[in-house]
């Protein structure tokens, strides 16, 4: 047998065998280098050819390309049938069973002071009112000057203030201070317009502080909705057939309302209502607003003749309406931020 046969069959054999133990493409790079590669076995054996006799030279050649194509082939096989190997592996491995139930995503809720909160505020909204908010930090001028409650006045003790900057920053302790807000923007524009300054139709929902013990009735940040409206001739029978419309939405037709004189500076009179229903609480009487006819100081303050337009205020605490409502025992519960609470609740 020819030398350069023997040659080139060992290689071809020694190579094969090389390839089957190859498990992973470095190793594979590794055997097509050593073989294939320019400085390869294979491509040495073709260079040392030239050195055959010349009639040796084109059978020898033709059997190391044949040899060179047999390698080629081998390694394609080897590498399709190692990538097929590897995605077995990978897809046993990750293997996903698409009949387990899935987990179903969480759901927030609506808090149950918004769920009031839109109630009240979308009832006010079909009689023609306006919802406008106002800053929580406020200046004491209008929490309390311009509303009636004069620095030094006893009825500061009625609210225990936060301040934020003493003695005229503060954290608002109810939404009231909108009120003379409200009529000194509407007034300025009027003055700008050279018109009259206009009625007022406002809703005002928003949060309060108190420096305050907690207890179940009371926390030191809830919500009021104030009520404001300004025109001529408003009277006290407006003001309370707009809260018993506004109860009976609430509450249901078969609400009672109560009326009591009551003290706040900024309206006189005063009152505050109270709401019976055989469905909350077996018909006790449940106090939720102060509302009263805007005091004339007040009006004049903000830049309302008080002889030609009289109007009636309220304010009521969203929470204190929506405890009877889910049987809600405890305020501190409201803001204390526990999904157990917060998950039970919808409109
Ligand atoms: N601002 C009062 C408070 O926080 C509630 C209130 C009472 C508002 C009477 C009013 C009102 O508008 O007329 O206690």
Known sequence: ??????????????ALAELAGAGDAEALERWR??????????????????????????????????????????????????????LAENLERERLDVTLPGRPPVRGRLHPTTIVLR???GFFRSLGYQVVEGPEVELDNYNFEMLNIPANHPARDMWDTLYVRPPDVLLRTHTSPMQARVMEAAVAAAREAGTDPPPIRVVVPGRCYRYEAQDATHEWMFYQVEGL?????????DLKGTLF?????????????RFRCDYFPF?????????STPDLRG?????????????????????YDPDRYTGFAFGLGPERVAMPKYGISDIRTFYANDPRFLEQFTS
């Open 1 to 14: 047998m020819d030398d350069w046969r023997d040659r080139i069959e060992s290689l071809r054999e020694g």
């Open 33 to 86: 280098v050593a073989y294939l590669g320019r400085r390869g076995a294979l491509t040495e054996t073709l260079r040392g050819l030239s050195s055959l006799p010349a009639e040796q030279r084109p059978a020898a050649g033709q059997a190391a390309n044949e040899a060179k194509r047999a390698l080629e082939a081998a390694l394609a096989a080897h590498e399709a049938g190692l990538r097929a190997r590897a």
């Open 119 to 121: 109630e009240i505020t």
């Open 229 to 237: 409206a300004v025109d001529e001739g408003i009277t006290m029978a």
């Open 245 to 257: 419309a506004f109860a009976r939405h609430l509450f249901g037709s078969k609400v009672k309302i």
């Open 267 to 275: 309206v006189e009179p005063g009152v505050d209502m109270s709401i």
């Open 283 to 303: 018909g006790a009487w449940l106090e939720i607003m102060g509302a009263g006819m805007v005091h004339p100081r007040v009006l004049r303050m903000a830049g």
